[in-house]
């Protein structure tokens, strides 16, 4: 029988540094390589040719957490989080009465980090791209 169940936020777990992330607002993480058209004689092309992968996302937190990652990190002796790198991000799609699927997100380091409140803002989400070594799908 066919399972049309579709997974939704609720359904999501997001691990950081071996903690389940509860102020987690967003998460984006996608796979590139690198393709060419390879051309000889004539104008028509031979065939694609293949360079490197990369990976890289965004994950938006709710203030209170990119506090609690920059703890972690001066405490591994960096002065922000962009200094924290090799960690793994797991996120776990768990829909009620459906299978589990777990991706990793491999060796994680944040690029960059931007903080900012607007007027009559009710809380503060902050978005952190990083870049990953790898990405393990679906298990």
């Known amino acids: 029988m066919f399972n049309s169940k579709q997974y939704n936020w609720a359904d999501v777990e997001i691990w950081l540094l071996g903690k389940k992330i509860a102020g987690a607002r967003g998460i984006k993480y996608k796979i590139s390589q690198e393709k ?11 065939g694609i040719g293949k360079g490197n992968k990369s990976y ?19 405490a591994a002796g960096g002065d922000d989080i962009t200094d924290l790198s090799e960690m793994n991000v797991i996120i776990n799609y768990a829909p009620k009465n459906g299978a589990l699927t777990t991706d990793i997100l491999q060796n994680v380091a944040f690029t960059e980090m931007e903080k900012g409140m607007n007027q009559n803002d009710k809380f503060a989400e902050i978005s952190l791209p990083f870049i990953a070594l790898g990405i393990k799908k679906g298990l």
């Open 36 to 46: 060419e058209v390879i051309y000889g004689a004539g104008n028509q092309p031979m």
């Open 56 to 74: 890289e996302g965004e994950i938006t937190l709710l203030q209170s957490e990119v506090e609690a990652l920059t703890l972690s990190a001066m």
